[in-house]
């Protein structure tokens, strides 16, 4: 895709439609979502702009509409600024070695379009009030060494019948790469999502 530098491209609302003319090229009229950190962001968009779409809504390591306070948008920008190689050396720093598949996506970004994503506006005010009236199943998951990890509780908490799964002494990034801890949580809730779609519930 296009890697523009102005943060007005990465709005909330246009990130959300970018789902939906995927969904619509492809004909599928609703779906399941799942997105962690900016897809989860994602995932709190669609429940403003375009939830009748979605039978299920899987949300990881991001809250309703509170910044991270383990890792502030100005440190990342300030990294992006010194260049992707110095971008990842840091994260290697933080989380160890990377995969050389991963480091050599994350090295090929355009890190000028990183800075202006980063510094785009939320867009996710007013979404806590909308919270309690979320008819459609909803798992969220999140680290409990995350920044995001108090808000995303809260906002399970906010959303009638959510499943909410935690992951002891796992970060941001370490909860991403746990999918051999994620991902029986998200089995076992899409096996059940389906089946209330099946009936028609």
């Known amino acids: 895709s296009g890697k523009p530098h102005d943060p007005i491209d990465y709005d909330l609302k246009l990130r959300v439609n970018d789902?939906?003319?995927?969904m619509d090229d492809l004909g599928v009229d609703k779906a399941h979502y799942m997105g962690y950190s900016m897809g989860g962001r994602i995932g709190f968009g669609i429940v403003m702009h375009a939830l009748d779409r979605f039978h299920s809504l899987?949300?990881?390591?991001?809250?309703?509409d509170t910044p991270n306070s383990d890792n502030p948008p100005q440190?990342?920008?300030?990294?992006?600024?010194?260049?992707?190689?110095?971008?990842?050396?840091?994260a290697e720093e933080k989380?160890?070695?990377m995969d050389a598949g991963r480091k050599e996506r994350l090295l090929d970004n355009d890190p000028?379009?990183?800075i202006?994503?980063?510094t785009?506006?939320?867009g996710t005010e007013g979404v806590k009030e909308l919270l309690p009236s979320i008819k459609v199943p909803c798992l969220l998951y999140c680290g409990e060494a995350d920044g995001f990890f108090p808000g995303s509780k809260a906002a399970a908490q906010a959303i009638p019948n959510a499943v909410f799964a935690s992951f002891p002494d796992l970060n941001h990034g370490q909860t991403s790469r746990a999918a051999e801890l994620v991902l029986p949580h998200v089995t076992e809730f899409l096996k059940k999502a389906t089946m209330k779609v099946a009936a028609g519930i």
């Open 19 to 22: 789902v939906l003319a995927v």
């Open 58 to 64: 899987i949300i990881g390591g991001i809250s309703a």
């Open 95 to 97: 989380e160890g070695p």
């Open 120 to 122: 785009a506006p939320r």
């Open 112 to 114: 000028e379009a990183l």
């Open 116 to 118: 202006a994503a980063t």
């Open 75 to 90: 440190d990342r920008i300030e990294l992006l600024r010194q260049g992707m190689a110095h971008y990842v050396a840091d």
